[in-house]
């Protein structure tokens, strides 16, 4: 049913979500140069191949889904069958149906009864699509919005915030245009949901640092991952992963699936996906507290663009994947001073 074959990258797809959501700028195609690693594999991108970016990926960053359809099947169960048929127009729901529909998913009849036959082929729920898009495409619009904003250097007159190509000419490695352009945008997303959360302490230009969560999530010594696991660390006060794996022992209840220590070890090093609700486990042994979602995702985040920088680095070498990170921490401290330097300017421009 979720075929993640190359179709998902059709026009048909594509156009669809454009015609729902217009504020959604579509990805231009780009081409790795090496096989992604295991967060990077959300952007389904074959070596060699230039292709857009799959557009579910953000359905697969931010949840455990494979896609939007399989996020509906999850949260609808036994009566995603009787959904998808009614908006595939294979037949039409009965009003018993449609108010059984209603009670799981929370959405109005009126409503329900309108997607019939509404979605013959490609994505089931364009809408759904466009939300999990628009978590990206709203901040990167609003943060690459802000970089056009022109702040003239004294001494030469050249716009201190219009730096992207020049930064990642000159400290990018070699990493194509098409390549760091997409990089680019992710990055710009995330530092800006990032200072959006803080929003108000970021406007009182108080000189807290915005993204210090950020920078050590991005941490280059460690995957993004275990950068976060390292967090859960100190906020439970264990001195080691061993200790941590100890408390998520002893947090467990008898119906909970065990957590090997293995796995843990496989999570932080990044060979493995960390699915949310073993996360969700780990944050609670380590009293993480509500944000510890928020977290994940932003190591997530990083753990994508970092395997997508390390892909499009032109040449070869074991140190391609350390050099991968201290090129995104470096470009999300460039990005969160151009960001702190407009937001200054315009302050002192309106007194």
Aim: aromatic content about 8%; hydrophobic content about 40%; proline content about 4%.
């Amino acid at each position: 049913m979720e075929n993640l074959a190359r179709q998902h990258h059709s026009k048909t797809t594509s156009s669809a979500v454009q015609q729902s959501g217009s504020f959604i700028s579509p990805f231009e195609p780009v081409a790795v140069q090496r096989e992604l690693g295991t967060y990077g594999k959300f952007l389904d991108l074959t070596p060699g191949l230039f292709s857009p970016p799959h557009p579910e990926f953000m359905v697969r960053l931010v949840t455990d889904a494979v896609s939007h359809q399989a996020y509906l099947r999850d949260a609808l169960g036994g009566q995603f069958k009787n959904f998808e048929n009614h908006v595939r127009g294979k037949h039409k729901a009965s009003e018993i149906t449609l108010k059984s529909i209603g009670s799981v998913s929370r959405l109005d009849v009126d409503l329900l009864r309108g997607l019939g036959g509404t979605a013959p082929d490609g994505p089931l729920l364009v809408n759904l699509l466009n939300i999990f898009q628009a978590i990206e495409a709203l901040p990167a619009s609003f943060a690459i919005g802000m970089h056009r904003t022109e702040i003239r250097c004294k001494c030469c007159g050249h716009n201190i915030v219009d730096d992207v190509a020049q930064w990642w000419t000159e400290n990018g490695a070699g990493i194509r245009q098409s390549e760091f352009i997409f990089a680019e945008r992710l990055l710009k997303a995330l530092v800006m949901v990032c200072c959006l959360c803080y929003f108000p302490i970021f406007t009182s230009l108080s000189g807290a640092n915005l993204v210090s969560e950020l920078f050590e999530i991005a941490d280059p010594k460690r995957h993004a991952i275990g950068n976060w696991l390292s967090m859960v660390q100190k906020s439970a006060s264990a001195k080691s992963l061993v200790e941590l794996h100890k408390f998520i022992f002893r947090e467990s209840s008898p119906s909970d699936s065990e957590i090997a220590y293995g796995r843990l070890k496989k999570w932080a090093s990044g060979q493995d996906v960390m699915p949310f609700e073993a996360a969700e486990r780990v944050a609670k042994a380590g009293r993480l507290g509500d944000g510890w979602r928020p977290q994940l995702v932003k190591a997530r985040s990083v753990a994508v663009i970092v395997d997508f920088v390390h892909s499009s680095l032109p040449d070869s070498g074991d140190d391609l994947q350390i050099l991968a990170r201290q090129i995104v921490l470096e470009r999300i401290k460039k990005i969160d001073l151009n960001f702190g330097t407009i937001v200054r300017q315009h302050y002192l421009n309106r007194r």
